[in-house]
């Protein structure tokens, strides 16, 4: 087992434990745990690092502290200066560029390689498994006084989820938190709540917004990932490449009919009709509210609630569809649950809120590719260009409506440099143009978080394609501070154009200054 592991250059700790079971209703069983941590030398130029372990931990850590004990995390790595290598669970950051933004919780293979390529030095990463979570922006609404718990919900707005530790990101009034009671804010990973400490007073016009990742339960979903780097003297040339789909024949929750496979293919992006009918003839059950099926004033098929044991054969799940988008509405409630009464249209308009169906939640995909360049035009000046495309397909059962799938994004960029070194004064003067079809969608947004409030759109939509032009100047001064002015143009289609300039900075002014030069 040592020259296995390595001899003496391995570092090994770990438990294995042997466990006997037996109870008044089970055969007896023998149990057994390996946890084993390796690190260490396995040649000269080849490293090993790893967490092995044959036990499923369904617990996360607590979200009560400001580091977090990382004990489900189930890897191998093998490493040295060029390459590193690693199978199991690892994490995946931002890569090179402006448009792709990404912080992802995965488990597979991944790859890093870098190595000197001509006159510059070549970076490549690659990564191949299953996402463990999907990406959530939640703008919540504080209530006076109140410092939690505030629930997180889906993208889907489910109610009951898990969110990976360690992904969340709270915002406060455009600030970023900090996790722990001794801080900004408390989570409970496994009930989504997140709960504010006495340090920040929640108030009815604070300004809460949620990013985390959750465990998705109805679909495995896959992950790639590709990112290639060349970094000259005065060129950086990027290629990066992200796709994260669900696989639609492996649903975790769901169990789909051909039926219900057929009615997907035909809806294409209409997922309001993604749903299924819940009446099923499960016979009479005395704890159980049910219906029976007749016909009424020339309707088929309607549920009427009876307790009668020769016609209570039908069970139904009723979901809130909206006012006039249903056939039926809450009637009373009983010891074993709500009771729904069909009521008759008026004409063709629906009058109740209420139908006995199930949303379907529909497999996605969202993938990107971005291409960029940096490029050192002179000492003082360098030029940015980037072009991005999105694909954001939202039911993979259709064909259908597949032409808006597709969005296009760049940005150009041009910035000059300037230092005054007998004053101390740096410059820095900027202009830039970013433009996005309108079906642009990027993996995770890379704008600041308040990007929507600082422009007033937030909660509001518009359709068109975005301009973004921003033209600034910045001064600093290593005893003075920093302080900039810029000048912004936004329009999204021909319903929304506006202009704006603003300053910001923390200037710290003792003595006055005389041609640019500090005196007494």
Not at 106 to 125: A, H
Not at 175 to 190: P, S, V
Not at 404 to 411: A, I, K, P, T, V
């Amino acid at each position: 087992m040592s020259d296995f592991f390595g001899g003496s250059e391995i570092a090994k700790k770990g438990s294995i434990s042997r466990g006997i079971s037996f109870g008044n209703q089970q055969n007896l069983g023998i149990n057994s745990t390996l946890n084993l941590e390796l690190n260490g030398k396995l040649s000269e130029h080849l490293n090993l690092l790893a967490s092995i372990s044959d036990a499923n931990i369904p617990i996360q850590p607590d979200g009560n502290t400001n580091r977090l004990q990382e004990f489900d995390q189930v890897f191998i790595q093998l490493y040295n200066e060029q390459i590193k290598l690693v199978a199991g669970d690892f994490w995946l950051g931002k890569p090179q560029g402006y448009f792709m933004n990404y912080r992802k919780r995965g488990q597979g293979i991944t790859q890093q390689f870098t190595n000197q390529l001509g006159r510059g030095k070549i970076s490549l990463q690659s990564s191949a498994g299953l996402s463990k979570g999907k990406f959530q922006r939640q703008i919540i609404q504080g209530i006076e006084n109140n410092q939690g718990p505030y629930r997180l919900r889906g993208n889907e707005n489910e109610p009951f989820i898990v969110v990976l530790s360690g992904t969340e990101k709270i915002y406060l009034d455009g600030r970023m938190l900090e996790r722990g009671q001794a801080f900004d804010y408390t989570i409970d990973y496994n009930t989504s709540e997140v709960i504010f400490t006495p340090k920040n007073l929640i108030t009815k016009d604070t300004r809460i917004v949620a990013e985390f990742q959750y465990s998705d339960q109805s679909y495995s979903r896959s992950l790639l990932q590709q990112n290639v780097t060349y970094e000259t003297e005065n060129t950086l040339v990027y290629l990066n490449y992200y796709r994260e789909q669900d696989l639609k024949n492996q649903p975790l929750q769901l169990n789909l009919s051909a039926e219900n496979k057929s009615k997907l293919a035909q809806i294409g992006d209409s997922l309001s009709k993604a749903t299924m009918n819940t009446v099923d003839s499960v016979g009479y059950f005395a704890n159980q509210n049910l219906y029976k099926l007749v016909d009424s004033l020339g309707y088929d098929s309607v549920l009427v609630f009876t307790v009668h044991p020769d016609s209570a054969k039908y069970r139904a799940t009723f979901i809130k569809v909206g006012a006039g988008k249903g056939d039926y509405i809450l009637s009373k409630t009983t010891a074993f649950g709500p009771v729904y009464q069909w009521v008759a249209p008026n004409g063709t308009q629906l009058q109740g809120e209420y139908a006995p169906v199930q949303k379907i939640t529909t497999p996605k995909r969202k993938s990107m590719v971005s291409l960029g360049i940096e490029q050192k035009i002179t000492k003082k000046i360098s030029l940015l260009q980037e072009f991005s495309a999105s694909e954001n397909a939202s039911n993979l059962f259709s064909k259908k409506d597949v032409s808006n799938d597709w969005g296009y994004g760049s940005l150009t960029k041009i910035i000059r440099s300037g230092k005054n070194t007998s004053s101390g004064w740096n410059t820095l003067s900027s202009g830039e143009l970013e433009v996005l079809s309108s079906n642009f969608q990027p993996i995770e947004p890379y704008r600041k978080v308040e990007f929507d409030r600082d422009w007033n759109v937030r909660g509001r939509v518009f359709s068109g394609n975005q301009w973004i032009a921003a033209i600034q100047q910045t001064i600093e001064h290593e005893q003075f501070g920093k302080a900039l002015l810029r000048g912004q143009s936004f329009s999204i289609g021909n319903s929304y154009q506006v202009q704006r300039i603003f300053s910001e900075g923390k200037m710290r002014i003792k003595r006055f200054l005389r041609n640019g030069t500090p005196v007494c």
